[in-house]
T-cell receptor
Framework: EADIYQTPRYLVIGTGKKITLECSQTMGHDKMYWYQQDPGMELHLIHYSYGVNSTEKGDLSSESTVSRIRTEHFPLTLESARPSHTSQYLC????????????????FGEGSRLTVL | AQKITQTQPGMFVQEKEAVTLDCTYDTSDPSYGLFWYKQPSSGEMIFLIYQGSYDQQNATEGRYSLNFQKARKSANLVISASQLGDSAMYFCAMRETNTGNQFYFGTGTSLTVIP
């Protein structure tokens, strides 16, 4: 069973608020990711990190920011939330497969469902 | 161009029957991995099965098997003996080695198992 945790699971906030979605994994994985997913739709990569102090933007433009100060922690921050940010945010991690250059499967957290009023 | 195509937005299957969920992919990378994930209504993504591009045998995991046809670039998921708990969204994904191990997801197929 994967050990990757997201908090909060559900969040309803007003426009203009600053929020941070937490993501932690206890597996020592080097790679971590944030995906955004609208209900019943595909996943879009918004941020990823291949190690401490390394972060990159994904394919979907996002006003959020991330940090990776510790291997196990990859929080996502929205400085000023808007209704267009209403979505589910999924955090995932994976590890490099030794000697292959490949990456193993993604392990996902349970997701954070954000509603901005 | 879409990296992963899932052409079945919704599928229905009778309990205890088998069902095939389609997935085609597009890549010029000789080294890649194919994955299937299940997403129940609760929202979490559950890893089901993996197929490497160099694997000669089709992957199997319990009631799940992956019908890998490399020349056709298809990686269909077969679920045997469907159960009510199989009702969920199913996503096909591909990881390309040459693009820095990026993962690409399809649009998903909603499977409903009918009692």
């Amino acid at each position: 069973e994967a050990d990757i945790y997201q908090t909060p699971r559900y969040l309803v906030i007003g426009t203009g608020k600053k929020i941070t979605l937490e993501c932690s994994q206890t597996m020592g994985h080097d790679k971590m990711y944030w995906y955004q997913q609208d209900p019943g739709m595909e996943l879009h990569l918004i941020h990823y990190s291949y190690g401490v102090n390394s972060t990159e933007k994904g394919d979907l433009s996002s006003e959020s920011t991330v940090s990776r100060i510790r291997t196990e922690h990859f929080p996502l921050t929205l400085e000023s939330a808007r209704p267009s940010h209403t979505s589910q945010y999924l955090c995932a991690s994976s590890e490099s497969v030794p000697g292959t250059g490949d990456t193993g499967e993604l392990f996902f957290g349970e997701g954070s469902r954000l509603t901005v009023l | 161009a879409q990296k992963i195509t899932q052409t079945q937005p919704g599928m229905f299957v009778q309990e205890k029957e088998a069902v095939t969920l389609d997935c085609t992919y597009d890549t010029s990378d000789p080294s890649y991995g194919l994955f299937w994930y299940k997403q129940p209504s609760s929202g979490e993504m559950i890893f089901l099965i993996y197929q490497g591009s160099y694997d000669q045998q089709n992957a199997t995991e319990g009631r799940y098997s992956l019908n890998f046809q490399k020349a056709r670039k298809s990686a269909n998921l077969v679920i045997s003996a469907s159960q009510l708990g199989d009702s969920a969204m199913y996503f096909c994904a591909m990881r390309e080695t040459n693009t820095g191990n990026q993962f690409y997801f399809g649009t998903g197929t909603s499977l409903t198992v009918i009692p």
